[in-house]
């Protein structure tokens, strides 16, 4: 079974703080990484797809990937209220078909 | 911006009854994907297709679900024998293509079973 771990939260910040989100992944081998936001009742929205080690930045979110350490992690600069949402970490199959999610982690910006 | 889109956004069923999800990709995708969340769990696997036909299933997707493309644009999920627990939230997606794919999501079919 392909384990995919976030702290569900809630994570509070004040508006205009960074707010970090982490993600760790039990199959060593996966190689492709994303990060969807879903507001309540909503369907996920992809934020940012990760491949390689190392930062990856759009806009006001980097995502940061370490292999060896098989963790992930979102941050959010200037976080804003509209960011208030659930953050799920995904990770592609090896076979490419499908996604384990984590369960998500809820994360609420205080104006 | 294209989109994913399904209908119908929410769906009451009897136990026992059949019900089709159906889902319209975008246009130049060719991977589909169906996932379902049950309230306050996470977004679960389903089935992908591709070509025609199914790629992978996971152990939800048992002989009670079924998918299709009927045409060139549809993408439907056939629940045949309907279960108080399928109630959920049916979610499509559709990728360019796979591998390092990006999954695009529809914004799901609401499905409640009485």
């Known amino acids: 079974q392909k384990e995919v771990e976030q702290n569900s939260g809630p994570l509070s910040v004040p508006e205009g703080a960074i707010a970090s989100l982490n993600c760790t992944y039990s199959?060593?081998?996966?190689?492709?990484f994303f990060w969807y936001r879903q507001y309540s009742g909503k369907s996920p929205e992809l934020i940012m797809s990760?491949?390689?080690?190392g930062d990856k930045e759009d806009g006001r979110f980097t995502a940061q990937l370490n292999k060896a350490s098989q963790y992930v992690s979102l941050l959010i600069r200037d976080s804003q209220p509209s960011d208030s949402a659930t953050y799920l970490c995904a990770v592609l199959s090896n076979t490419g078909n499908q996604f384990y999610f984590g369960t998500g982690t809820s994360l609420t910006v205080i104006p | 911006e294209p989109e994913v889109t399904q209908t119908p956004s929410h769906q009451v069923t009897q136990m026992g009854q059949e019900v089709i999800l159906r889902c319209v990709p975008i246009s130049n995708h060719l991977y589909f994907y169906w996932y379902r969340q049950i309230l306050g769990q996470k977004v679960e696997f389903l089935v992908s297709?591709?070509?025609?036909?199914?790629?992978?299933k996971s152990e939800i997707f048992d002989d009670q679900f079924s998918v299709e493309r009927p045409d060139g644009s549809n993408f439907t999920l056939k629940i045949r024998s309907t279960k108080l627990e399928d109630s959920a939230m049916y979610f499509c997606?559709?990728?360019?293509?796979?591998?390092?794919?990006?999954?695009?999501f529809g914004p799901g079919t609401r499905l409640t079973v009485t």
């Open positions: 990760i491949y390689s080690n």
């Open positions: 297709f591709y070509n025609n036909e199914i790629s992978e």
């Open positions: 997606a559709s990728s360019e293509n796979r591998g390092v794919n990006e999954q695009y």
């Open positions: 199959d060593r081998v996966s190689q492709s």
